[in-house]
């Protein structure tokens, strides 16, 4: 494990990944499953809250991750929800 600056880096090769395009969509998508996972933890009505509790700030800490590295969401709405993106496009 290596200290670089401010990041700490397990392997170059795994530094190297992140920085990628396919990296950062991997960091996307595990953001993006990650938030509704938490959402369920933190909602009350939720068979998940009695199993386990979520900090909210640990999902908005992710949330704010995910503004830097939007690529599965921006994917995910292209494939899931193109007529909304026609809208916002128009």
């Known amino acids: 494990m290596k200290i670089k600056g401010k990041r ?3 392997t170059e090769e795994a530094s ?25 933890y933190e909602d009350k009505d939720s068979p998940m809250h009695s199993i386990m509790r979520a900090e909210p700030s640990n999902r908005k800490d992710m949330e704010y991750l995910l503004d830097a590295f939007p690529l599965y ?7 899931w929800y193109p007529d909304e993106v026609k809208k916002t496009e128009e």
């Open 16 to 40: 190297e990944f992140a920085n990628s395009v396919r990296g950062q969509y991997i960091l996307s998508q595990a953001l993006v499953f990650g938030i509704q996972k938490l959402k369920k």
């Open 73 to 79: 969401r921006l994917h995910e709405r292209e494939i």
């Open 8 to 10: 700490i880096i397990n």
